[in-house]
Structure formats: structure tokens, C-alpha cells
């Protein structure tokens, strides 16, 4: 086949006594491939200038490099929209079964990782060597602080137990997610001025938008005595999740109030509203709105039941 390496007829700098073996002779050929098998042969001559046969053939095969696949951020393979601080993994490969003692994941601004690092591992030995085929350990950012709205590409590569480095896996994307903004066109039964209630259930209304176009999964609604919303609560909801989703652009409708009773008081109270999207990320509360503890009643003055007067 190809010759690799011929050494020709070369002088040791010393004897080798009968049964002795010979010093380490290093290879100097032509490279050779990770992965690839490869025969090798040698023989001697003596001090007589006497030529021995060749020996048997030996077998070489070149440790294989492993390679990462199958990258995931917090679970999610794919660009990946997240929430909080990434989480990275990857599946480790390799063909002949060494395991992986050690990892570098490279986070970047930019896809080509000549933009800013915003992390670099370095070399970084795992507690535990990951067989092949198996999925490395969860490993959390550690980097530079990321920003919401933002897309970070990431790469990972691995060292075997020979200390046989691989090629950096592909490049894996993920999306740092934005909260919902603050909920506009906030009503009360349906008006945006609300000069009076209809009644001592008024139902409430907002419209959720999103700048990353998500849905709105829960709201919470508050009402309380006073714009910083740090009095009385009349009526708190908590986390609510919503049966159906509302997409960016539309309108949380019609939930009735159930807090505190109202009493026609002519109280000032105030209300505001908030949205968790799809990824479960908490928005900003909307500016406070506030409305009066006055609707109408019916009074009846005057009425006379046989010679009894009922004001």
C-alpha cells in the first residue's frame, strides 16, 4: 500500500546486546490520520553486517478524536429561547469508546466568534469522564452578564481520556427572552374613563403586547387604597393562568371583580394589572388606574304603605 515511513538501513548510536530490547525509535514519516489503521514491520542488522528477515507485522490503529452533538440549552435543542441563565449540554461521541475527561464552551456575539466573548471555559476538566453516546453534565453560564432581547451563539468541544482533542461542535443559538411590557388600555366595564361604576362587580380589561411576539399565559390584577400599593388591598388575584392564551396584541376581557365589597364609599382606589408570557417570564406592571367607589342606587323616598311613611 502507501509507505508512510521507510527508515532505510540506520545505525543505532549503540549496540543492542543480544535479547535486549531496542531504545524508543519515534516515528518522522509521512502524518498520520486520527482513526486509521496502519501495519509496521522492522529488522536489524549485526555487527557482521548480517541483514535479519523482517519481523512479523504489527498493528497500529490512531486514536480516534471524539466530536459534541446534539447541543441543548436548558433542555431545548435548536434556537432556543430562554429564560434566566443558560444551561448548556451536549452528547459525547467517540468512535473507539474513550471516554471525555474534559470540556470548552466559547459563548459569543456573533455567529463567525470573532464578536464579544461573553464566555470561555477554557479547558475545564469534568468531575466525572462522560461515556460515549452519553450526555455531558448540565453546565451553567458563568459569564459575563447577558441581555434580555439579545441572540448569543455557543459552541463546545471535548478531550478523551488520550488527551486527543476534538474539533468545536456546531454553533448553537439561544435567545434570552423579554418580559411582556406593560399592559395598555386598561379598562373598567369596558371604558377607559371610568367616571362612575355600573355596579359593585365591575369587570376589568387590558390588552397585553410582547416584544419578542409571546403570549400571555397568567395575569394578576391588584386594587388597593393607594397608587404605591403599599395599603390595604381590596383585591389581589395572585398568579392566575389563563385557560386560553392571549396573543401579543390582544385583550385580557371581562374579569369581575371579587376583593373586598365596595360599599359606594366615594373612596379613591387604584388598580394595575401584570402578564407572565409563554416562557413563564414576569412582565412590568401597567401604570396604576384609578376609579371611584361610587355606582348607582336606587332610592325611594316618600312611599307610603296604609299610613306608614318608608324613607
Given at each position: 500500500?502507501?509507505?508512510?515511513?521507510?527508515?532505510?538501513?540506520?545505525?543505532?548510536?549503540?549496540?543492542?546486546?543480544?535479547?535486549?530490547?531496542?531504545?524508543?525509535?519515534?516515528?518522522?514519516?509521512?502524518?498520520?490520520?486520527?482513526?486509521?489503521?496502519?501495519?509496521?514491520?522492522?529488522?536489524?542488522?549485526?555487527?557482521?553486517?548480517?541483514?535479519?528477515?523482517?519481523?512479523?507485522?504489527?498493528?497500529?490503529?490512531?486514536?480516534?478524536?471524539?466530536?459534541p452533538t446534539n447541543?441543548?440549552?436548558?433542555?431545548?435543542?435548536?434556537?432556543?429561547?430562554?429564560?434566566?441563565?443558560?444551561?448548556?449540554?451536549?452528547?459525547?461521541?467517540?468512535?473507539?469508546?474513550?471516554?471525555?475527561?474534559?470540556?470548552?464552551?466559547?459563548?459569543?456575539?456573533?455567529?463567525?466568534?470573532?464578536?464579544?466573548?461573553?464566555?470561555?471555559?477554557?479547558?475545564?476538566?469534568?468531575?466525572?469522564?462522560?461515556?460515549?453516546?452519553?450526555?455531558?453534565?448540565?453546565?451553567?453560564?458563568?459569564?459575563?452578564?447577558?441581555?434580555?432581547?439579545?441572540?448569543?451563539?455557543?459552541?463546545?468541544?471535548?478531550?478523551?481520556?488520550?488527551?486527543?482533542?476534538?474539533?468545536?461542535?456546531?454553533?448553537?443559538?439561544?435567545?434570552?427572552?423579554?418580559?411582556?411590557?406593560?399592559?395598555?388600555?386598561?379598562?373598567?366595564?369596558?371604558?377607559?374613563?371610568?367616571?362612575?361604576?355600573?355596579?359593585?362587580?365591575?369587570?376589568?380589561?387590558?390588552?397585553?403586547?410582547?416584544?419578542?411576539?409571546?403570549?400571555?399565559?397568567?395575569?394578576?390584577?391588584?386594587?388597593?387604597?393607594?397608587?404605591?400599593?403599599?395599603?390595604?388591598?381590596?383585591?389581589?388575584?395572585?398568579?392566575?393562568?389563563?385557560s386560553t392564551q392571549?396573543?401579543?396584541?390582544?385583550?385580557?376581557?371581562?374579569?369581575?371583580?371579587?376583593?373586598?365589597?365596595?360599599?359606594?364609599?366615594?373612596?379613591?382606589?387604584?388598580?394595575?394589572?401584570?402578564?407572565?408570557?409563554?416562557?413563564?417570564?414576569?412582565?412590568?406592571?401597567?401604570?396604576?388606574?384609578?376609579?371611584?367607589?361610587?355606582?348607582?342606587?336606587?332610592?325611594?323616598?316618600?312611599?307610603?304603605?296604609?299610613?306608614?311613611?318608608?324613607?
Open positions: 500500500g502507501t509507505v508512510k515511513w521507510d527508515t532505510g538501513k540506520t545505525s543505532f548510536e549503540q549496540a543492542i546486546s543480544n535479547g535486549n530490547r531496542t531504545p524508543d525509535i519515534s516515528y518522522d514519516g509521512t502524518s498520520l490520520g486520527w482513526g486509521g489503521t496502519y501495519f509496521w514491520r522492522i529488522r536489524f542488522w549485526d555487527n557482521n553486517d548480517g541483514a535479519s528477515e523482517w519481523s512479523e507485522t504489527g498493528l497500529l490503529s490512531m486514536n480516534t478524536a471524539p466530536y447541543l441543548q440549552v436548558n433542555g431545548k435543542s435548536g434556537h432556543t429561547k430562554i429564560a434566566g441563565i443558560p444551561i448548556f449540554s451536549s452528547i459525547y461521541e467517540d468512535s473507539d469508546s474513550d471516554p471525555g475527561t474534559h470540556y470548552e464552551i466559547e459563548v459569543n456575539t456573533n455567529s463567525t466568534f470573532n464578536g464579544t466573548t461573553m464566555w470561555d471555559t477554557g479547558k475545564t476538566e469534568l468531575t466525572t469522564p462522560i461515556q460515549s453516546t452519553s450526555r455531558s453534565p448540565n453546565i451553567t453560564y458563568q459569564g459575563t452578564s447577558i441581555e434580555e432581547g439579545n441572540t448569543y451563539y455557543w459552541r463546545i468541544k471535548f478531550w478523551d481520556s488520550n488527551n486527543l482533542e476534538s474539533d468545536w461542535s456546531g454553533t448553537g443559538t439561544f435567545f434570552v427572552n423579554s418580559g411582556p411590557n406593560a399592559p395598555t388600555a386598561l379598562k373598567i366595564d369596558n371604558l377607559l374613563e371610568v367616571q362612575m361604576l355600573q355596579d359593585p362587580r365591575p369587570e376589568f380589561s387590558a390588552t397585553h403586547t410582547d416584544p419578542d411576539g409571546d403570549s400571555a399565559t397568567a395575569y394578576r390584577i391588584q386594587v388597593n387604597t393607594s397608587s404605591l400599593f403599599n395599603l390595604v388591598n381590596y383585591w389581589d388575584t395572585n398568579k392566575v393562568h389563563l392571549i396573543p401579543s396584541g390582544g385583550e385580557l376581557t371581562d374579569i369581575e371583580y371579587q376583593g373586598a365589597t365596595l360599599t359606594n364609599s366615594l373612596d379613591t382606589l387604584y388598580w394595575r394589572v401584570v402578564f407572565w408570557d409563554e416562557e413563564d417570564v414576569l412582565g412590568t406592571w401597567s401604570e396604576p388606574q384609578s376609579f371611584t367607589d361610587s355606582y348607582p342606587v336606587l332610592s325611594i323616598s316618600g312611599l307610603r304603605m296604609n299610613g306608614v311613611r318608608m324613607d
